[in-house]
């Protein structure tokens, strides 16, 4: 019982009488004695005490944040409370413009360590951007068993911008009778079903009525029970312009149930396009890890975690993946990804060397796997302006959950115009392991151009599926319509990722920007026009899969064209360009050596071609077969003759049962003379 009032009541705020309860000295609760608030160090005088915001008395609290990436932090001095008593904190609050602010009851433990700062265990009550005018609120929480003391946190959003006043706060001890009487009987209800509805939080599902807040309310008390939650098949539900995200931490069934996410702005702007919607993530709270200098392909540490974590690091001691062209960049800081094991034991070799550390976080994977089912998502589509660098939108579904299955999701895009912004994909993963998105539906969008970093017009990349920093990503039978249509990109990027497969799957593309390692593998799958590119190192291999991009694979020029290890093809079709009229490169891609990437760069070490038909029956007059690669980057004047940065070649390329409709046979450029190729008799 005493649980349940922890989480149940976390969920709602209450207005009106309350229980009697035991009246708790909460100091300076009007503010009329600053000294019982600390305003913190990076609040930005956001948060002040003045007269203009007092509800009764001289002095109120107002938060005028200003700022899309940091928010206030005004906290009370805590107080000292009972483990598994439940108390209720009262306050005033007014919204004077925007959302996006709230107020957090927060426990400590006796070293002042916070115990409930994580979702989905925060008790919190956001102030809703149509209350005007003063209002009274009601929070309840039952104290941890290692709880020592509580304080009252006020914070706005760190995406939001919102002006607020609070006042009147008051902290009460309830008694375990007054407690137990907080049960209702929805609540009762929902627990003996053991499933969780959007509808027993007041959704609507009409596609009209806004059924964002019901729905993160559905989800964190189905968090907090470790209950599944169910959508209704025939529901419709509105996601809202609000700057709200539903914390997705239990297997979770959407059915055939309609999600609408409109970006539009024809009828109302959303508070926030970098919002999240949905994030899949775990319950387990991140650990500490002391973890020693790695070399590169260590398999080994001295860390001993408690069970399996997922583990990032970063350095800032060193840039990499430089990016040249006209999207140039200083680079990303050294950055790496894997699996830390019980026994110290590392999967997902580590890419590079790492002598000191900026930050690393480990967070425990969890044992068992969660799944989301179904849905059926439309977007429509924003139309905002972006003549100049990347404004990309969220307003998505994210997974930072290890072992996790996206299973039979379908996202339509509908209304694009001649204006709009890209987007960050909307299913995406990052910082996890293990993850598959399985039977899913993707739309192509489209294609927009901006001045890059370089001045010069570039096309914006903008994607329906993404995943960065990512231990294992498998994506299986997953569809999408149009896949040769040019005016679409591509619907995938990825970047920092190790061990990518893709299995029976239809797209316009696979593409790894900053990097893949490991297996990179595409298996009984189509590619579209924008075809097969990736830089990293490993093995990558094609097998029984169908390409339509110019090359068969491209090694992305933006970042070196390197791929430090061997390419495998086995048994695959390639139709150039979709058949259009051209000189076709197997490996696409070049580097002149001169551009400084923050790491050598190489052509694969090995190719091995086994079963290849290649579709070139459409070439130009002068043809003569197709190329394995690009002619080497010529000697242009003012190059000298031995370049900084050498692209280190191709060793061999070993093939068998290689065909072509032309009937010619493929050629290596001159230039590349150290080249060994071997033709091993054909099978039947």
Known sequence: MKRWIAGCLSLFVLMGPTHAATEQVFPSGDFEDPAGWTIGGEDGGMATIVPEAAREGKMGLRVADES???????????????????????????N??????????????????????????????SLPQDRKGWHEFKLYGMAPAAAATLSVWIHSYNASKVRADYDGFQIAELSDEEAAK????????????????????????????DDMESICK??????????????????IYHLGMKALTATVATNTDWGTARFTVDDSGVATKVESRRQTLFVVDSLLSAVKLELEPVKRDQMQVAARPEQDCYVQVESDARRVFIRRGSN?????????CFILRRDGAIEGPIDWDFDSYTRITARPIEQDTLVVKGGVFTTLA?????????????????VRRSNTVIDGLTHYVVGETSVGAPYGGFLSASSCADITFRNCFATGHRTYRTIGSAGRPVSMGTYDYSANSVVNFRMENCRMNHINDRTLWGVIGTNFCKNIVLEDCVLSRMDSHQGVSGEYTIRRTTLGTAGFNAIGRGVLTVEDS??????????????????????????????????ARLWPRLIGGGNDGMHDFGYPCHMPRQITIDGLFVDDSKHPDDYRGLLFFNHPEPARKGLPEKRPFPYQPVRKITIRNLQ???????????????????????TK
């Not at 924003?382 to 579904?397: A, Q, T």
């Not at 009937?663 to 054909?682: F, H, I, M, R, S």
Request: with cysteine; glycine share 12%; charged share 20%.
């Open 68 to 94: 899309d990436r940091v928010g206030s932090d005004c906290r009370s001095t805590p107080i000292p409370v009972t483990s598994g008593k439940t108390y209720e904190l009262r306050f005033w609050g007014r």
């Open 96 to 125: 004077l413009s925007g959302s996006g602010i709230g107020v957090y009851l927060h426990f400590h433990d006796a070293t002042s360590r916070t115990l409930n700062d994580r979702r989905p265990n925060q008790i919190i009550s």
């Open 182 to 209: 907080m049960q209702d009987e929805n609540t009762r209800k929902i627990l003996s079903r053991g499933t969780v509805t959007y509808e027993d939080f007041g959704a609507v599902g009409d596609g009209v009525a």
């Open 218 to 235: 559905a989800h964190t008390f189905a968090n907090l029970h470790r209950l599944p939650v169910q959508a209704n098949a025939k529901g």
């Open 328 to 336: 140039q960049n200083k680079g990303s800081r050294l950055r790496d």
């Open 382 to 398: 924003n139309r905002m302006l972006c003549d100049k660098g990347y404004s990309y939108w969220g307003r998505n579904i994210v």
């Open 546 to 579: 169908t390409i339509y991009g110019s090359s068969l694979v491209a090694l992305r020029g933006d970042y070196g064209s390197t791929w430090e290890g061997d390419v495998v093809i086995r048994n695959s079709r390639w139709v150039p360009g979709n058949g």
């Open 660 to 682: 072509t409709a032309s009937g010619k046979q493929p050629c290596l450029p001159n230039g590349y003379a150290g080249t060994e190729v071997e033709y091993l008799p054909d």
